[in-house]
C-alpha cells in the first residue's frame, strides 16, 4: 500500500484581537525582503499589511496570497460584533482594485513566502517582531496529492502580461535575451 | 545615498501657495542628528527673536527623528517645533504614532510650514505628489472627525493625518496638534498651526528608507526586541506599577491609581486627598476602564501598547487616549474617572493639551469661587464641577467671553483678569501649566530638572535615575547591581548611598556635583531621543531601558552611516542642548526665568537652591546668567552663534552679562 503523501504546511494564526495595530510586522517583513537583506525597509513592500481603522477598532493583518487579473465583481461587507468590515478586508490577493500587495515601482505581485531562506528561520520575521501575539506560527502535516505550483515565474509574467499585453512581454523578453 | 533620513525636506510657504522639496546638507546631520537637532539649528538661521509667534514669519516644522522608520523598535517620533504663544520661547513638542515615519516612507525628514494661507488649507503629501487643498469644509470640526473625512476624500483610509480642531483654529495658546493615538499636545503648536490657517496635514508614503550597515542594525533591533521582553517578565521591585515597567507611563493598563489620586494634588493643583482611593473607587473606576477601553493600542513599530482605544456611548471606538491624560480631568474638576474619559474625548476632537487645558478650567472656577470672577463674566455658570468644565471647555475653544482669556492660559488669563488672579497661576514655570504636583522637601534633583527643562515638563527631562531611594541599603544595591546603563561606576555610589532620612537625604544629597551630573544624564538621554525620534518609552524616561548611553551609538552609526562613538554621540548632545539654550536666550529667556512654581515644595532652600543653579550652569559651560559661554559655543562648533550674542550684547568679548543687560536688568529692579 502507498504510503500517505504529506506535507509540511506552515502556518500563521492571527489573532485580530491581540493586534495593537503597531505595523512592526509590516516594517520586519519589507526589510527581510530588501536586497540586501534588511538594507532597506517600507511598508508598502511588505508582504503582510495591517488593515487598519482605527476608530472602528478594526485591525487586521492580511497575508499577500495569489496574484488576480480581475477583481472580484461583488464586494463583501461582514459584520461581526457590531464592526462593519469592509475594503475586502479579510482577502489575501494581489488584486488590481487596492494598491497592496505589489512592488510601489513595478506593480509586479508581491507573495508572502512564509520567510523561505537558507539557512531556514526558526519562525518568520513577522511572528518573532510581533510580541502581543497577535501572530503565532503553527506546523502541521497535510496530505496532498502532487499538483504543480506555478512557479513565481509564470505569475510575475502574468501580472505583466496583464498590465501591458503579451505581445509587449514577448518582444521585451526577446530583446532582452538578444543582448545576453 | 543617505541613510535612515531620506535627504530631504518639504519647504510649505503658505502664503505663496508654494511647495518646494529641498536637499538638505548632510554635515547638519552629522553636527546635529535629525529631529530637534535640526528643528533648533533651522529656527536659529531662520527665525530672529523678534518674530511673533502668530506672524506669518514664524515657522512651524513637523521634524521626524533621524532614525524614525526604519526597524529601531520605537523609533516613530515627529518633533513638532515653533516658536510658544504662550511661553513665547521655542517650543518643542512630540508626537508618536504613525505620521512621522509615513512622512519619512513618503520621502521627507521635515515639513517645513511658513506664510499664512488666505484661506483654510490642508496639505497632502503622497510621495513625490504634494498639494495644498481647500479645507474650508472641515472648519471648525474635529480632529478625528476631520482626519477621518480627509481620509474619505482622498479615498485611501492610509493615510495618516495630523490635525487641529477649533482649539487651534481658534488659536487657544493650549491648543494641539492630534494624529489619532498621539498628539503633540505641550506649548500651543495647534494654536500656530491654526494662524497659519493649516487645517491638517494628510501623508501616504511608499519610498524605502535605507540602512547604512543592515546586518549591524537588525542585530541590535533584535537585542532591544529580546531585551523589551524579558523585562516584561521582571519588572522592577518596589516601585509604583507605572514605574516598573518599560513605555510611557501605563496609564491604560493599570487599575490602582491610589498613587495619582493621593500624591498628586486635585482641582486648580492644590487639594491633596489622602484617603481618596478606597475600595469602592477602586471598584467603580475599574469598571468603568474595563467597559470604556476596548484595546490597547501601540505606536509605529513598537510592542509597547502605551495607548487604548476608548468607546464613549459606543461599543466600539470614540477617540484614543494615552498616559496621564486619563485622570488630568477627572482631577482638575474633582470628578471621577467616567466624567474624565467621556470630556477628554470631547477635547481631544477641539485638540487641546490635556495638561493645561483641565488646570485653565479649574483655575476659573477658583477664581469664580473668590468672587474674582463672577456671574457677569460667566453667565449662567453651572453649579457642578462637571457641568462647569463643559461649560467652559465650550467657551474656550469658541474664544467666547471668559473663554478668550482663559484660552491664553493661566498665567496670561491671571495677567489680564488681575485683581489678584495671577496668583491663582501658581503652578507654572516659564507660563506654562505643569503636572499638578506639590511636595515637602525640596528634592535637588528635581529642583535643577525643573528650573532648566527647556521643554518645560518634567517628564521631558527626568527618567533613567530613581526618582527616590529604596528604604533600604540591600534594596538599593540590589538594583545597581544590574545598571549597564548609567555613564560610569560613581553613579551606583551615589545611588546607593543615597537614604530617604538623615544626613545623606533630601535636599543636601546628592550633594551639587553629583547632582547635576544626574540631571545631566536624564537630560542628554532625552535630547539623543529627541534627535533620533526613538520614544522615550524605551530610551529616556524608564529605568533600566533597552536603547541607552552604550548601545545607541552603534544604533545611530549602524542606521545613519555615521561614524559614532560615545564621545561623539556626547558631543553631539551637548551642541544641541546647548543650542536649545541658545535660541531661548535670543528670546530673552534668563536665570531669573529658571526656576519651578513658587509652591512646588513646601520646604524651599534659597541657599542650596543658588548653589545648584551656580553648579549646573558651570558644569554646562554656561555664565551665571544661564548663557553659554562663548568659549562653550565655540568648543561645541557653535561660533555663530557666540558671534551674534556679541552683535546683540547678550555676551561681551569675555563671557560675562554685558553692560546693556546690566542696565536692562538695574531698569527692571
Ligand atoms: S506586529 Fe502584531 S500587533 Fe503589530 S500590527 Fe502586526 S500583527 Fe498587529
Ligand atoms: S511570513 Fe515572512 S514573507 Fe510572510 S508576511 Fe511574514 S515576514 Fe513577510
Ligand atoms: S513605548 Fe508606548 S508611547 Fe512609546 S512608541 Fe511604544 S507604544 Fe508609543
Not at chain 1, 498590465?163 to 538578444?178: F, H, I, N, P, T
Not at chain 2, 525640596?442 to 521631558?460: R, V
Not at chain 2, 540590589?478 to 530617604?500: G, M, S, T
Not at chain 2, 545611530?556 to 561614524?563: F, V
Amino acid at each position: 500500500m502507498n504510503a500517505v503523501k504529506t506535507k509540511k504546511i506552515k502556518t500563521i494564526k492571527i489573532d485580530v484581537d491581540k493586534c495593537n495595530g503597531c505595523r512592526a510586522c509590516e516594517v520586519i517583513c519589507s526589510a527581510m525582503h530588501a536586497e540586501p537583506r534588511y538594507s532597506s525597509n517600507n511598508p508598502a513592500r511588505s508582504r503582510v499589511r495591517v488593515i487598519r481603522d482605527p476608530l472602528a477598532d478594526i485591525y487586521i493583518p492580511v497575508y499577500a496570497g495569489e496574484y488576480t487579473a480581475a477583481e472580484c465583481t461583488g464586494r463583501d461587507r461582514y459584520v461581526i460584533d457590531g464592526k462593519v468590515y469592509d475594503e475586502c478586508a479579510f482577502c489575501r490577493a494581489s488584486c488590481p482594485s487596492r494598491g497592496f500587495f505589489k512592488e510601489p515601482d513595478s506593480g509586479l505581485p508581491l507573495k508572502c513566502d512564509m520567510c523561505e531562506s537558507d539557512p531556514t528561520l526558526k519562525e518568520p520575521m513577522c511572528v518573532q517582531w510581533c510580541l502581543t501575539d497577535a501572530l503565532t506560527y503553527e506546523e502541521r502535516e497535510e496530505p496532498v496529492d502532487d499538483a504543480i505550483e506555478p512557479e513565481d515565474v509564470d505569475v510575475g509574467l502574468e501580472a505583466l502580461a496583464n498590465k501591458y499585453g503579451w505581445q509587449q512581454v514577448v518582444d521585451s523578453m526577446s530583446r532582452l535575451a538578444k543582448k545576453d | 545615498m543617505r541613510y535612515a533620513e531620506t535627504g530631504f525636506n518639504l519647504e510649505v510657504d503658505l502664503t505663496k501657495g508654494n511647495i518646494e522639496r529641498v536637499a538638505t546638507d548632510p554635515r547638519l546631520t552629522a553636527l546635529h542628528l535629525g529631529g530637534l537637532g535640526t528643528n533648533a539649528r533651522l529656527f536659529w538661521d531662520r527665525v530672529p527673536p523678534e518674530v511673533e509667534p502668530f506672524s506669518p514669519d514664524n515657522l512651524l516644522v513637523f521634524g521626524a527623528g533621524l532614525l524614525a522608520g526604519t526597524p529601531a523598535p520605537g523609533s516613530n517620533r515627529t518633533i513638532v517645533s515653533s516658536i510658544s504663544p504662550q511661553t513665547r520661547l521655542f517650543a518643542y513638542s512630540m508626537m508618536g504614532g504613525f505620521w512621522g515615519p509615513e512622512l519619512k516612507y513618503a520621502g521627507y525628514d521635515k515639513v517645513v510650514v511658513r506664510g499664512r494661507s488666505p484661506k483654510l488649507v490642508y496639505l497632502w503629501i503622497h510621495d513625490d505628489q504634494v498639494e495644498i487643498r481647500d479645507a474650508e469644509h472641515y472648519r471648525g470640526l474635529g480632529t478625528l472627525e476631520t482626519a477621518e473625512l480627509i481620509r474619505q476624500e482622498l479615498g485611501d483610509r492610509h493615510v495618516q493625518v495630523a490635525s487641529i480642531g477649533l482649539a487651534g483654529e481658534s488659536r487657544v495658546f493650549f491648543a494641539s496638534i492630534e494624529q489619532g493615538k498621539s498628539s503633540a499636545s505641550r506649548q500651543g503648536m495647534g494654536a500656530v498651526m491654526g494662524s497659519k490657517n493649516l487645517k491638517a496635514i494628510a501623508v501616504r508614503g511608499s519610498k524605502d528608507i535605507n540602512i547604512a550597515k543592515p546586518t549591524e542594525y537588525i542585530e541590535l533591533c533584535n537585542q532591544a526586541l529580546a531585551y523589551i521582553k524579558a523585562r516584561d517578565g521582571h519588572p522592577i521591585p518596589g516601585v509604583m506599577p507605572i514605574l516598573a515597567g518599560l513605555g510611557s507611563p501605563q496609564e491604560m493598563k493599570v487599575h490602582d491609581e491610589k498613587w495619582h489620586t493621593e500624591n498628586f494634588v486635585w482641582g486648580n493643583a492644590r487639594t491633596r486627598r489622602k484617603g481618596f482611593w478606597t475600595d469602592e473607587v477602586h471598584k467603580e473606576w475599574t469598571n468603568t476602564l474595563e467597559t470604556m477601553r476596548t484595546r490597547l493600542l501601540s505606536c509605529h513599530n513598537c510592542p509597547m501598547k502605551c495607548g487604548a482605544s476608548i468607546a464613549v456611548d459606543t461599543r466600539i471606538c470614540s477617540y484614543m487616549m494615552k498616559c496621564f491624560s486619563k485622570l488630568t480631568y477627572t482631577m482638575g474638576a474633582m470628578s471621577n474617572l467616567d466624567f474624565g474619559l467621556r470630556i477628554a474625548q470631547k477635547a481631544t476632537e477641539h485638540g487641546l493639551d490635556a495638561f493645561s487645558a483641565p488646570q485653565t478650567m479649574a483655575f476659573a472656577i477658583e477664581l469664580y469661587e473668590a468672587k474674582i470672577l463672577t456671574d457677569e463674566d460667566m453667565p449662567d455658570f453651572p453649579a457642578t464641577g462637571d457641568e462647569r468644565f463643559y461649560y467652559l471647555l465650550d467657551k474656550i475653544v469658541h474664544r467666547e467671553g471668559i473663554g478668550d482669556i482663559l484660552a491664553d492660559g493661566t498665567y496670561w488669563a491671571g495677567q489680564r483678569i488681575g485683581k489678584g488672579a495671577e496668583a491663582y497661576a501658581h503652578n507654572c514655570i516659564k507660563k506654562h501649566e505643569q503636572l499638578p504636583l506639590k511636595l515637602g522637601m525640596l528634592n535637588p534633583i528635581y529642583f535643577l530638572m525643573y528650573s532648566t527643562g527647556e521643554k518645560i515638563n518634567i517628564t521631558q527631562i527626568e527618567g533613567n535615575f530613581p526618582q527616590e531611594p529604596f528604604a533600604t541599603r540591600e534594596e538599593r544595591e540590589a538594583f545597581v547591581a544590574d545598571w549597564p546603563h548609567i555613564p560610569d561606576e560613581r553613579f551606583k555610589q551615589w545611588y546607593v548611598e543615597w537614604e530617604q532620612r538623615g544626613e545623606h537625604s533630601i535636599p543636601n544629597y546628592p550633594p551639587v556635583d553629583a547632582t547635576c551630573e544626574i540631571v545631566h544624564w536624564q537630560e542628554k538621554m532625552h535630547y539623543v531621543d529627541d534627535c533620533t525620534g526613538i520614544c522615550a518609552g524605551l530610551g529616556s524616561f524608564p529605568l533600566k531601558p533597552p536603547f541607552h548611553m552604550h548601545n545607541l551609538p552603534r544604533l545611530i552609526s549602524a542606521g545613519a552611516g555615521l561614524d559614532l562613538d560615545e564621545a561623539g554621540l556626547d558631543q553631539i548632545t551637548k551642541r544641541n542642548r546647548t543650542l536649545v539654550r541658545a535660541l531661548n536666550n535670543r528670546l530673552g529667556l534668563r536665570r531669573k526665568d529658571d526656576k519651578p512654581p513658587e509652591d512646588h515644595w513646601r520646604k524651599r532652600f534659597p541657599e542650596l537652591e543658588k548653589k545648584l543653579l551656580d553648579g549646573y550652569y558651570k558644569f554646562k559651560g554656561w555664565n551665571e546668567d544661564g548663557v553659554p559661554t562663548a568659549e562653550t559655543l565655540r568648543e561645541l562648533g557653535l561660533g555663530f552663534v557666540a558671534e551674534e550674542f556679541a552683535a546683540r550684547g547678550i555676551l561681551t568679548a569675555d563671557g560675562s552679562p554685558s553692560a546693556k543687560e546690566a542696565a536692562i536688568e538695574g531698569a527692571a529692579q
